[in-house]
């Protein structure tokens, strides 16, 4: 594993949040991971093992997920609070302009941020979502999320949840489940494994199947004149390929990569994920 440092900073509100900070170069911009729903900084350790040293790789965790402290309001659980707490992490690094990775969530971060602050954005891969969502995959969304399960042992737990996932990362065997489970999952200090995250996500989640589904395609815009990585699950249920030629014929210098036999969403143990995140930087350094 690439070696990092433990970081913090503060929300507006007080509450600590961390971020692993991997060495890099200090000349340009880094490369700024953000995850999905109920994910942490943990995902991207293969963006760093493939990147960090050529790059300064920074991974967050959102409030209430991983070594982030929990809100106690739950309510500000949604992608405008995350948005004030990446800004504010940027501002307190001095960094000016960062290269976004958001999976999922993290998309949906990274585009909102680029309708207010488009200039911090040198170049941003979008992984796996869109402006909208596909009704299916936030519906089979809802049914987990906030509801924490309990395991004696990383083996019990890889297995479970290699069943219960299958669909999305067909070709993974034992040893690639327990990667995943070790990413999201941590050992309590009753000993029993379980989610690394505050339940109370879920809140706002389930809340929104009372709402519109979301479609906030203007949110593109800020993108436009950035190069941008759509990258895309085959099997995905909550981006589909109507919705990444639309995304591509709205962002003049965009990309995309299809992830075969993965779904929802792709973990960048794939090599062609990593491959496409190559290409995005290196779009980033012929601007400079």
Known sequence: MADYVDRSWNSPEGIRLHYRDYAGPHDKPPILCLPGLTRNARDFEPVAERFAGDWRVIAVDYRGRGESGYDPDSSRYHPPTYVGDILKLLDQLGIAEAVFVGTSLGGIVTMLLSSTDEERIAGALINDIAPEVVD?????????????????????????????????????????????????????????????????????????????????????????????????????????????????????????????????????????????????????????
């Not at 049914?143 to 309990?150: A, D, K, P």
């Not at 709402?211 to 203007?218: G, L, N, Y």
């Not at 929802?264 to 290409?279: G, I, R, T, V």
């Open 136 to 288: 299916k995959g936030i519906d089979r969304i809802r049914t987990y999320v906030g509801q924490q399960v309990w395991f004696e042992d990383w083996n019990s737990a890889a297995t479970a949840i290699g069943e219960r996932m299958t669909d999305v990362y067909p070709r993974w065997g034992l040893a690639e489940w327990e990667r995943f489970v070790r990413r999201c999952m941590k050992r309590f200090p009753d000993g029993r494994i379980g989610f690394d995250y505050d339940m109370g996500i879920g809140e706002n989640v389930r809340a929104g199947a009372e709402e519109e589904p979301m479609s906030a395609w203007h949110l593109l815009e800020g993108l436009k004149d950035k190069p941008v990585m759509i990258l895309r699950g085959a099997r995905s249920d909550l981006f589909n390929a109507d919705m990444a030629r639309r995304m591509t014929e709205a962002l003049p210098h965009s990309r995309e990569v299809v992830i075969e036999d993965v779904g929802h969403a792709p973990s960048f143990d794939e090599p062609e994920s990593l491959d496409a995140l190559a290409w995005l930087l290196e779009e980033v350094e012929k601007r400079d």
